[in-house]
């Protein structure tokens, strides 16, 4: 039985740089043969921008689908389950679906949607990721040109004209697994690492709270966290009814920087994030030390880990792979002529203490 492919859910309310996000991932998918389902607004062109000097590798003009009518859950039986089977019988298929939707239609019934027959055997909701602007939220505005989602939500007939954008932003909260603090280069340290905080009190046990400007996160962060969202929608469910029926989230999405034109998101790289590799002796109970392993996680608050480790009397090499404390081990392949030992790769935001982290995963 063929694997299921992931599909990320990006959701965030205009200007909070969710096609900045998109762009720095496929410019950066190392291969990975990524596509889109983008929604059409007003202006086509500014979201077929983002595959402008994308990886050519990532992305095909084919792999972008753009829903005609700018919506995705109120037509998921006319639009979206034919887009996505599109994208599914391509041949290759791709390693993984990114949707984006606009913060005005909230992501769950998007999610519930993957349990349609036909969708579910085939794909998975990898996770959702809500992109948020830091300076905004910390305000109390949650949007930056807080008129302009207005005028965004009056061009639509379908959506609800009157909920405060506080509620709308607390149901993104609600079915987050990731939530992206963007824009943070504009925001005193300080700020932001309290507003994380904030967040990930308000937010579901386990989800991931990142701080990144112009979004620039790194791809292994992004993508792979292997929720499951559609198995898990009770965890998630809104915190608000929008609606007197339903048909609650018709979206149209929008080009996500109108106000944070800074041109200069080569320099940020990946500065807030860290990366580096731990070597130690092989293991001798990798139940045991899949336990450790999230310990250590949890301590300091790492996002990904990832590698190898030989284990005593063993042929076979035990691959490790953790997504927040969510720890999976499985034996992959001969060790063959590799060296006995593990090789971890540890990410997380920028700060981790190397030496002590470096220290509780060779214990």
């Not at 887009?83 to 005005?104: C, F, Q, Y």
């Amino acid at each position: 039985m063929a694997s299921k492919i992931p599909a990320t859910v990006v959701t965030g309310f205009l200007g909070a740089g969710k096609t900045t996000l998109i762009r720095h991932m496929l410019q950066n998918a190392n291969g990975k043969r990524i596509a889109l389902i983008i929604n059409e607004f007003g202006d086509l062109g500014v979201d077929g921008d983002i595959l402008k000097g994308c990886d050519q590798d990532a992305c095909d003009k084919d792999d972008v689908v753009e829903l005609s009518n700018g919506c995705i859950c109120c037509t998921v039986a006319d639009d979206f389950i034919p887009s996505m089977e599109a994208l599914l019988a391509r041949d290759p298929a791709p390693d993984h679906i990114v949707i984006e939707t606009s913060g005005l239609a909230l992501p769950q019934p998007l999610v519930r949607a993957f349990n349609w027959p036909g969708l579910a055997s085939r794909v998975t909701v990898d996770g959702v990721v809500t992109v948020v602007d830091g300076v905004a939220v910390d305000e109390g505005r949650f949007a930056h040109n807080v008129d302009a989602v207005d005028a965004q939500r009056r061009a639509d007939e379908g959506l609800d004209h009157e909920t405060p954008l506080s509620e709308l932003f607390e149901d993104q909260i609600a079915c987050a697994d990731m939530i992206v603090i963007n824009k943070t280069d504009l925001m005193k340290p300080e700020a932001a690492a309290a507003l994380a905080a904030r967040l990930k009190s308000e937010s579901r046990d386990g989800v991931q709270v990142v701080r990144t400007a112009m979004g620039a996160l790194p791809v292994d962060v992004l993508l792979g966290q292997g929720i499951g969202a559609e198995n898990d929608l009770e965890s998630r469910h809104e915190v608000h009814h929008h609606h007197h029926d339903d048909d609650d989230d018709h979206d149209h999405d929008d080009d996500d920087d109108h106000d944070h034109h800074h041109h200069h998101a080569h320099e940020h790289g990946h500065d807030e994030f860290d990366s580096f590799v731990v070597e130690r002796a092989e293991i001798d109970d990798p139940a045991a030390f899949a336990t450790q392993l999230a310990d250590v996680i949890r301590a300091h608050d790492i996002l990904r880990l990832k590698g190898f480790t030989s284990v005593a009397g063993k042929p076979m090499r035990l691959t490790v792979q953790a997504v927040g404390p969510r720890v999976d081990h499985y034996y992959d392949q001969p060790l063959g002529q590799t060296p006995r030992g593990a090789r971890l790769v540890v990410i997380g935001q920028a700060g981790l203490d190397r030496a002590a982290i470096t220290a509780a995963l060779s214990a």
